[in-house]
């Protein structure tokens, strides 16, 4: 398939003071822009209401994020792992819309300072994703240990995990292309 430039939405699920999450989702965002993709960071920090609006009740707060899914081909969720959950401002933007997800792929980034990498949330949040009925990666990116991830000069310190970041990409770009076509629109 040839390069398409594709609008695709980072959302960035944590709003908390000092949050490593940021410069991971900045480091995808770049990967993500050198395909060519529109790639661009949501921060549910800024946009999160104090308690959930549905698509049904739409108030300003979240306007950004709503105008940004609808024109969306995928998206990116990038967030920690709190207590094996994710948190609740990711939870809050995304529960602003529904309709806009639909049939769109959503790729996932699960980020710790532990081992696990977000696994555990991931796997909850799967389920968030198929609400929707937007289309889940079966491949995700884990972000481990994420002090480790970046070197003394702020650049990624490991290449390996770099090219697996590419490898999920690769895929979301897949289905980007086809979901898109699939779609028509
Ligand atoms: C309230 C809270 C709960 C946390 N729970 C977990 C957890 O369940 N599993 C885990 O691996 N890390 C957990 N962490 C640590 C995060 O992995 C760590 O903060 C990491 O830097 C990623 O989150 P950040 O983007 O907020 O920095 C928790 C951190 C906070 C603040």
Redesign the pocket.
């Known amino acids: 398939m040839e390069p398409q430039e594709f609008f695709v939405p980072i959302l960035l699920g944590?709003g908390?003071t000092?949050?490593?999450?940021?410069k991971?989702a900045e480091l995808i965002r770049e990967l993500a822009g050198r395909r060519g993709w529109r790639a661009e960071i949501f921060d549910a920090g800024e946009l999160a209401t104090r308690v959930t609006h549905g698509p049904k009740d739409p108030v300003p707060e979240t306007a950004p994020w709503r105008t940004a899914a609808a024109a969306a081909d995928g998206f990116i969720v990038v967030?920690?792992?709190?207590?094996?959950?994710y948190?609740a401002e990711l939870k809050i933007v995304w529960d602003a819309c529904f309709a806009e997800y639909r049939r769109k792929p959503v790729l996932t980034c699960g980020?710790?300072?532990?081992?696990?990498?977000?696994a555990?949330?991931l796997e909850n949040f799967l389920a968030v994703i198929l609400a929707v009925h937007a289309v889940p990666m079966a491949n995700r990116i884990y972000?481990?240990q994420?002090?480790k991830l970046f070197g003394a000069d702020g650049q990624p310190a490991d290449a390996g995990w770099v090219a697996r970041a590419e490898k999920a990409l690769d895929d979301l770009g897949w289905y980007l292309a086809a979901l898109k076509a699939a779609r028509g629109t």
Do not use: L
Not at 79 to 85: K, L, Q, V
């Open positions: 944590t908390r000092d949050r490593k999450s940021a991971v967030a920690p792992e709190y207590n094996h959950g948190p980020v710790s300072d532990g081992i696990f990498g977000g555990r949330f972000a481990p994420v002090d």
